[in-house]
T-cell receptor, first 114, second 111 residues
């Protein structure tokens, strides 16, 4: 079955712009989580959506937002981009309430802010 | 506070040598722990989780609640084990599914 698909793979944006990243989870997975990966901070949790509702949120400013659609696809938006937002953004899907399952990650979107 | 600590940034071993990647956690409830691996130019993938007590690619990890550790072990390292390894924690009493990752350990296996 298809894995977690993230688009686009690479993105270059200018400071002050906004960006939208997309994630299509594995078919049947209802939970989608987003993570930011940087060399300095490692992997940090952004937020998690389940059945179109944000269920959990990490410690990021309000410029970072997301949503989930009825087909479980999710988008993440970053407004007023800063240089420090340059990172690999990873999406992970899981079966949701099944707490014994791990999470399947996508390949990520590499965002560069210049 | 919830925290995962991987004390070694880099671990270099020779092929055939035993490997132990350390992971310590801080969590007040019942933890759910995972090891993820990221091979060069590949996506992050689940290696194993403590709840299933499985052995994947010869790796095992035992949860030690007394020492709050979840070290990853393999008796004989192979060159193809070279990768970045992340230990991750998720609390069982959380409504959400946030994974808290350690900073990762790069394992380098040479012949």
């Amino acid at each position: 079955k298809a894995g977690v698909t993230q688009t686009p793979r690479y993105l270059i944006k200018t400071r002050g712009q906004q960006v939208t990243l997309s994630c299509s989870p594995i078919s049947g997975h209802r939970s989608v989580s987003w993570y930011q990966q940087t060399p300095g901070q490692g992997l940090q949790f952004l937020f998690e959506y389940f059945s179109e509702t944000q269920r959990n949120k990490g410690n990021f400013p309000g410029r970072f937002s997301g949503r989930q659609f009825s087909n479980s696809r999710s988008e993440m938006n970053v407004s007023t981009l800063e240089l420090g937002d340059s990172a690999l953004y990873l999406c992970a899907s899981s079966l949701g309430d099944q707490r014994v399952y791990g999470y399947t990650f996508g390949s990520g979107t590499r965002l560069t802010v210049v | 506070a919830q925290r995962v600590t991987q004390p070694e940034k880099l671990l270099s071993v020779f092929k055939g040598a035993p490997v132990e990647l350390k992971c310590n956690y801080s969590y007040s409830g019942s933890p759910e722990l995972f090891w993820y691996v990221q091979y060069s130019r590949q996506r992050l993938q689940l290696l194993l989780r403590h709840i299933s007590r499985e052995s994947i690619k010869g790796f095992t990890a035992d949860l030690n609640k007394g020492e709050t550790s979840f070290h990853l072990k393999k008796p004989f390292a192979q060159e193809e084990d070279s990768a970045m390894y992340y230990c991750a924690l998720r609390g069982l009493n959380q409504a959400g599914t946030a994974l808290i990752f350690g900073k990762g350990t790069t394992l380098s296996v040479s012949s």
